[in-house]
């Protein structure tokens, strides 16, 4: 078995010479699933993080109309990035629930990656599953893949070549990695103690669209999400608390 597959095998420290990255996601919440502890570990450390998100989550909570929603939950996602000390919050406004990958949404992506000109690029699960028969939802799968393609796009001055006619966006070909979060097949983990308790705070920020989706005490269901997801993630990390990664190199 590689370790990508080997669901026993220990994971590789992720890369720490870089200095930007940019998190490309659908949803508010879906880098706070998680992630967050890791982002918050390399705000520390000096690192420049952004966040790009397809849509603002307005088809995400039953009992309020898209009208009514997509501004609550854009307050909350700038509430939840400024607690683990992101400023850059930006929506691409594709339509929640009905995101399409092609190259209307690679286009954007890429556009972002040149204005950010990242070397690393982040993003969630764009694979069928979660695991086994746990169905993913279309727009992760689209923007995940969407954005794997995009940080090579971004470097080719041939595709999308109005990016530089319109928007003055010069190629930027720096990105390195992609790093897929989520993923049924991690490859690399962070360390997720230093920001561990920030992430959860982080997704608490997320409150009113918790609070329909849960019974549980909001702030009881983000810590036994997060803090459980970091200890089992920690059994392939050194017995460290972790966020995991699939890195795709470039």
Do not use: K
Not at 57 to 62: C, L, Q, S
């Amino acid at each position: 078995m590689t370790e990508a597959t080997d669901p026993s095998a220990q994971l590789a420290p992720m890369p720490e010479d870089w200095q930007r990255a940019l998190a490309v996601v659908a949803h508010p919440d879906d880098l706070e699933y998680g992630c967050a502890a890791a982002i918050a570990g390399w705000v520390d450390g000096g690192r420049e993080v952004a966040y790009l998100l397809a849509t603002r989550g307005e088809a995400g909570i039953d009992t309020l109309s898209p009208a009514e929603c997509a501004p609550l939950r854009e307050r909350e996602q700038r509430a939840s990035a400024a607690v683990v000390g992101v400023s850059v919050v930006e929506f691409l406004d594709h339509r929640d629930g009905v995101v399409e990958y092609g190259t209307a949404l690679r286009r954007d992506i890429a556009a972002a990656v040149r204005r950010h000109r990242p070397e690393l690029v982040v993003t969630l699960n764009h694979r069928d599953t979660w695991g086994g028969t746990h169905w993913n939802t279309p727009d992760h799968r689209a923007v995940g893949r969407a954005t794997l393609d995009a940080a090579a796009d971004a470097g080719n001055r041939w595709i999308f070549p109005e990016l530089i006619e319109e928007q003055g966006l010069e190629p930027w070909n720096g990105v390195r990695w992609v790093a897929v979060a989520g993923s049924t097949s991690p490859t690399h983990a962070v360390d997720a103690t230093p920001g561990l308790e920030r992430s959860v705070a982080s997704l608490l920020a997320h409150r009113t669209y918790i609070e329909v989706l849960t019974d549980e005490d909001p702030e009881a269901y983000c810590r036994d999400f997060l803090v459980g997801s970091a200890e089992e993630a920690g059994r392939r990390f050194g017995g460290r608390p972790a966020v995991t990664f699939e890195l795709f190199a470039r």
